[in-house]
């Protein structure tokens, strides 16, 4: 799908379910000659309706054409039980905007509408969701349900996320998902969004992960990020000044001198991110913000079909 053709008629974020759905549209339209034909969020083929079959599958829509009952025969009936956790967190609501950009260039707009874009794939296909979302506080629980009601509610939760932009406030992100694994009982595909900044025990981070696997979970890691100012620190020559969004501490650096060891850092925490959730059998994703949903929804198919 071209998002920027819609730059006019989706605005804002108060149109997060209609972007979602055009973002599976146009992703499920280029997935017929792929390997993932499969995994259509729609169904593989019609049948006739017979008489005292259930009238919940009947496609309304192809009898007003053809004035003839059909019901719709679904490929997936796997009942896939489904719990995102979004960081919340002030770093997460970075890079600040202009007024020329799309809310899902920041980091927690690009969370909030790739999680729209999974339960967009969940609701077609008959799967549950739950939402868990922390920042300085544990904000927000709903289990897993497939109800209109209930993702309904979840958007509605999605929304109001980005209403109300986080201002220093800092999390302890390993209590929180240790409180999340707690939570969660049936065996689930578990998708935590986040920019994994606000880390300084590496090993309690992982710890707080294979929580996250008990009960046979299967755990998939976004790890998102700016790409022009965080993955590698771009600047001029000139003095600049640095703040920390959720502590509110500044330092004063020429960029260019710190560049290099900047970047190296950066790569060096990637690779051993990256590594750490291998050998732990997490799946581990870095993401850079903007459209690249199509990542996404990629990483969600696999793991399905591994989920198993």
Excluded at 40 to 45: D, N, P, Y
Aim: charged share 25%; glycine share 4%; hydrophobic share 35%.
């Amino acid at each position: 799908m071209n998002i920027e053709s819609h730059r006019d008629t989706i605005a804002s974020f108060q149109h997060l379910e209609l972007l979602a759905q055009q973002v599976v549209e146009g992703f499920i339209s280029g997935m017929h000659k792929s390997p993932f034909h499969g995994f259509s969020a729609e169904f593989a083929e019609h049948k006739v309706y017979n008489s005292g079959e259930s009238t919940k599958h009947i496609d309304w829509k192809l009898f007003a054409k053809t004035d003839r009952l059909f019901t719709k025969q679904y490929e997936e009936e796997t009942n896939l039980r489904c719990h995102i956790i979004i960081d919340n967190s002030s770093s997460m609501h970075y890079p600040v905007l202009t007024s020329n950009q799309q809310f899902y260039e920041s980091k927690i707009g690009f969370s909030v509408l790739a999680s729209a874009v999974l339960m967009n794939v969940l609701k077609k296909q008959r799967d549950a969701i739950g939402l868990s979302v922390f920042s300085d506080t544990y904000e927000y629980y709903a289990p897993e349900k497939g109800s209109d009601r209930h993702h309904r509610m979840i958007l509605n939760t999605l929304e109001g996320i980005l209403k109300k932009p986080k201002v220093s406030k800092t999390t302890d992100t390993i209590r929180f998902l240790h409180q999340i694994a707690e939570k969660i009982h049936r065996r689930s595909m578990i998708v935590l969004f986040s920019d994994m900044f606000q880390l300084d025990n590496e090993e309690a981070l992982f710890s707080a992960l294979q929580h996250l696997k008990h009960n046979k979970h299967k755990v998939v890691v976004f790890h998102v990020y700016d790409a022009k100012s965080e993955l590698v620190l771009d600047f001029d020559t000139r003095p600049r000044k640095f703040i920390d969004i959720e502590t509110g501490e500044e330092v004063a650096v020429f960029a260019d001198t710190v560049q290099q060891e900047y970047n190296n850092s950066v790569s060096s925490y990637f690779k051993k991110l990256a590594l750490t959730c291998a050998q732990n059998k997490i799946q581990y994703v870095p993401i850079a913000v903007g459209k690249n949903f199509q990542k996404v929804l990629y990483t969600y198919f696999i793991e399905k079909q591994n989920f198993g």
